[in-house]
């Protein structure tokens, strides 16, 4: 039997390629990272932040709200408090991420500097990039959210976004606890 390729079917697969294309990447760039919503409060027991150190002092319960950590990996958190990025994590709380888990893997992958750039640790010669050591394999992700190369994760808003779009897909599996 021979198959033969019609001009109809080519066009109607090439406008439903566009058609997929816009959603998934309107998708990315609006509704999935800006309209996600966490409604999960966690009661933050060891880290004092400076802003409520008075009410810690006069033993008032701390709330802040932001996503729960699972407990398995909450207990691979350091209790250390040297072992967390301070002046990093009202802008991890401002973009909803949980602030002790990511102050700790902030920490971690790049030691709080945004310009923290690993080229050769990777087997697949890739690159891990800025705060949260963003891989370059995720530089489509990159170039819809932040409209730039993957030069554009050392700038710590990009950084940012990029790894809140990965722990919204994905968890915080994107980096290894």
């Not at 602030?99 to 050769?120: D, G, Q």
Request: proline share 5%; aromatic share 10%; net charge positive.
């Amino acid at each position: 039997m021979k198959i033969q390729s019609s001009p109809i079917l080519g066009t109607i697969g090439l406008l439903y390629g566009i058609f997929t294309g816009f959603v998934i990447g309107h998708t990315i760039t609006k509704d999935h990272y800006e309209s996600k919503q966490t409604g999960n409060t966690v009661v933050v027991k060891e880290y004092v932040y400076p802003d409520v150190s008075i009410a810690a002092q006069n033993n008032v319960k701390i709330v802040i709200d932001e996503p729960a950590i699972d407990s398995r990996i909450d207990e691979k958190i350091p209790s250390d408090l040297t072992k967390r990025c301070p002046q990093w994590e009202s802008e991890l709380k401002d973009r909803g991420f949980p602030v002790k888990l990511f102050s700790y893997i902030m920490w971690r992958e790049s030691r709080c500097n945004p310009k923290a750039h690993n080229k050769t640790l990777n087997r697949d010669q890739s690159q891990d990039l800025g705060l949260l050591q963003v891989n370059s394999t995720w530089k489509t992700v990159t170039k819809n959210i932040c409209g730039t190369s993957i030069d554009g994760l050392f700038d710590p808003s990009c950084n940012l976004k990029v790894a809140k779009y990965l722990y919204d897909n994905g968890g915080a599996g994107h980096w290894s606890m």
